[in-house]
């Protein structure tokens, strides 16, 4: 292995970052709409409780959206660093979904996030309260819209090749934007979101909890990060069921990898292995636990329907559909095995824990529980926390790595999207300077969370007290300013 290949840091850098990057998204997806709910309870209800959960976890998710704004910027740099010739080649069409992606990042969330921060005490409560519902929009709508890019790379919609058939160029925006990978994509991503948002809720209110701090505030928290995090799973498992349709439609070479599964199969023989001991490479298994039926049922709604295998498409891709491309692969157009066959299994395995600790959650704090709660099952809920964010990274990983050896699903392979001038020492600098970097703005970023959580939100006035929302900024303890 060459390690100065720009290919390969190519692709472990943009890897790394977009991970990195992707640790910020879903927390600031779905505690968005936490806030929101939060503040329109309180505005509804006259709660204060409700008030301080909106202020505390509100910091947290500034915090969280700044660092997001940071390290997305070097995601959208590395097109045209390392990966001109892909630029070049789907610029056209890629590029505006991004466009529209940094029209609502920059302007439109900036625009009413800065409302909402300096909009306490001055604008009417109604007004304020629709500035964190219209932040939700936007940030739902750029997730969306990068979603709507990524899909074009797993699935190629609306698009038309030039007349030198070197460039891909925009036929029909619409059909970029209604790719029915995206469509499927973002309710996926948004359910998953929603469950790591959760997860940071019944931490926070674990870790006071569990040291008797803040109980009239944090015991509603918990409760409504608990229900939040079942809720969000079966959201995640609705939404995943109907991408798993549209990716067997889509990539059937994906699905095909998720189960290393190497010849086409019907009905029972089209099993799942929940678990296997070997390396599912063809060579056989030491050991699996299969479901009968489960993998046809998962590809088709159809307990008798048929999922077709590796060795069938790599076939069909280089004898019908693209066989240009099969002597660049050897005529191998799967992906890394190991990769996607265990990612696939990590995602589902990670989000399922962490389900279950919450159903264990309400189980053990409901009002008839005649025991108090054990000091292990606080630490177990606050440490849950990163669960779900394993969960999505891993699912990402399976999205990415299980569209190889394409970096446009039937029109370029990675190999062909790398810049070709750029040496692989260059990429190697930027590499280890983003890791370092990286590395400093994590610790600056949880570093500030943990020290926010620490703080708790603000504790209850007394009943003679003024209402806290009509105190000036300097003299609320709980403001996210």
């Known amino acids: 292995m060459d390690f100065l290949d720009p290919l390969l840091l190519a692709r472990w850098q943009f890897g790394l970052t977009t991970l990195y990057h992707f640790i910020f998204v879903p927390l600031t997806l779905g505690m968005s709409l936490f806030v929101a709910i939060f503040q329109t309870i309180w505005y509804r209800t006259g709660n204060v409780t409700w008030l301080h959960l909106t202020r505390f976890f509100g910091k947290i998710f500034l915090i969280n959206f700044a660092m997001g704004i940071v390290t997305g910027i070097v995601q959208e740099f590395q097109f045209g660093m390392n990966w001109s010739s892909y630029s070049r080649f789907v610029g056209d069409v890629f590029g505006a979904p991004l466009a529209f992606e940094g029209l609502m990042a920059f302007f439109f969330e900036a625009t009413f996030i800065g409302l909402w921060i300096f909009g306490w005490n001055k604008l009417p409560k109604g007004v304020h309260l629709a500035t964190i519902w219209i932040t939700v929009v936007g940030t739902w709508l750029s997730a969306y819209f990068i979603l709507a890019a990524n899909a074009f790379m797993q699935n190629p919609k609306g698009y038309q090749m030039s007349a030198s058939g070197h460039r891909a160029e925009m036929a029909d925006f619409g ?61 995640v498992f609705l939404s995943g069921d109907q991408l798993g ?25 089209a099993s799942f292995s929940i678990f296997s001991i070997g390396t599912p490479d063809g060579t056989g298994e030491i050991w699996s636990l299969r479901v009968p039926y ?159 959580v620490r703080e708790g939100p603000a504790p209850l006035p007394d009943p003679g007290a003024p209402d806290p929302s009509d105190l000036s900024v300097e003299e609320t303890p709980s403001t996210v300013y």
């Open 294 to 452: 489960a993998l046809a049922f998962l590809s088709t709604h159809d307990f008798t329907g048929c999922v077709e295998g590796i060795n069938d498409l790599n076939h069909l891709y280089a004898t019908q559909m693209f066989p240009q491309f099969a002597d660049q692969v050897d005529g191998n157009f799967a992906p890394i095995l190991w990769v996607t066959y265990w990612s696939f299994r990590w995602m589902m395995g990670f989000g399922i824990l962490a389900t279950a600790i919450a159903a264990a959650g309400l189980w053990v704090t409901r009002k008839s529980a005649k025991r108090p709660v054990a000091g292990w099952m606080w630490k177990l809920a606050i440490w849950q926390a990163p669960l779900a964010l394993f969960g999505i990274l891993v699912g990402w990983i399976f999205t990415e790595m299980g569209r190889q050896p394409w970096i446009v699903f039937g029109l370029m392979l990675t190999q062909d999207g790398v810049s070709p001038n750029v040496p692989g020492w260059t990429v190697l600098i930027s590499l280890v300077a983003f890791t370092l970097v990286y590395l400093s703005l994590a610790i600056v970023e949880f570093g500030l969370i943990f020290k926010t």
């Open 175 to 235: 059909a970029v934007l209604t790719n029915p990978v995206a469509l499927t994509q973002f309710p996926h991503t948004i359910s998953a979101a929603l469950m790591f948002s959760a997860g940071v809720v019944i931490a926070a209110a674990a870790w006071h909890l569990s040291r008797g701090r803040n109980l009239e505030t944090m015991r509603p928290a918990l409760k409504f990060g608990l229900w939040g995090m079942i809720i969000g799973f079966v959201a």
């Open 245 to 269: 349709l549209v990716m067997v439609e889509t990539q059937p070479m994906k699905m095909a990898a998720a189960e290393a599964l190497f010849n086409s199969a019907c009905g029972a023989d």
